[in-house]
């Protein structure tokens, strides 16, 4: 295995400064990064994204049929981009769950061909480990972004997951939380689609949320103090965002969006309902678990309200307790963020055989 000359000049240890391939392609995003890492951090020399957003919108939702093929026309094209002039990377990470199968086997496939072909080892990571690594890359040489201090709790918030997960210490995962229906995401997305916003709804409605009331429409608050799951997977700290959806629907059907209340104030106390809801959650979680860290991360850690208003809630209750969230360009699904879980993989030697790897579509990290 080759390594390259580190920014110290020091000859370093091939297995902790590395250059790392990550590669994601779960749901609509065929995404493919080149990380350069030592214990110093990881920074993204390269990364490119072919979003196939525009091709779902026509259809209100990801389609795993049309996903799969598009994840198969770009994901070559992608990886000869991001390796030219480029010499074989070190390691290479790949998502192999959980997510949309169609598009899992052509990351992993791909992964799989260059492993077995340049004879590089192969690291698998769960598409939510990356989510909860993405606050840690550094967009550059330059940036020098704060580590993970374990303990720590992430509340991990996108279209397919709602979930907050305790991390002991690394690589020891265990789900406290979970959504006993849709996911805060989704919600967000079957709201937007009510209004007639194209997919996916989140950015859009937070948009309009700006300039909106939060307390104009009083919208429940489903299960904040409630900790019992009456379905669904039994943890301590689950969520639950169909009866919201609910609320949402009927009240769209009884009244109308003019003056007052406006959509901008419709959105505004929508988005603050899921907002209250995830953050009480997180911080009774905290209380109870004393984490140092606590992370947001997932699709919907692009909400600045909910960003806004955790951070706010943190320091109000925890005094010794780092807030971190990924770069807003890093809060969607990407391959940096699964080059950057792949690394402290590789630095541990947990390497999959090409001959092994599985694309997982229902993979539990916890
Ligand atoms: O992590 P991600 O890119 O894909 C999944 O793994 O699901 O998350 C996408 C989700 C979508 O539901 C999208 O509406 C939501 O993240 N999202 C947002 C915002 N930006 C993205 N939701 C609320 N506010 C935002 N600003
Ligand atoms: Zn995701």
Known sequence: MGFITPRSGVRPSPLTHMRILGIESSCDDTSVALLDCSPAGCFVMREFTASQIEIH?????VVPEIAGRMHAEKIVPLIEEILKNQPHPD????????????????????????????????????HIEGHIFAPEINKDEKENRAKIIYPALALVVSGGHTEIIYIKKPGHHQKIGATVDDAAGECFDKVAKLLDLPYPGGPKISELARAGKTDAIDFPRPMLKDNSAKCGPVYNWNFSFSGLKTAALYWLQKNKLSEAPTASDFCASFEQAIVDVLIGKTIRAGKEFSPKTIILAGGVSANQKLRADLAAAIKNNFSETQFLVPAPAYCMDNAAMIAMAGYYHAVDKNFTKWQNIKADPNWELA
């Open 57 to 61: 919108q026509k259809y209100g939702g």
């Open 91 to 126: 390691a290479i990470a790949v998502t192999a769950g959980p997510g949309l199968i169609t598009g899992l086997l052509v990351g992993v496939e791909a992964a799989r061909a260059l492993s077995y072909a340049w004879d590089i080892p192969l690291v698998r990571i769960n």
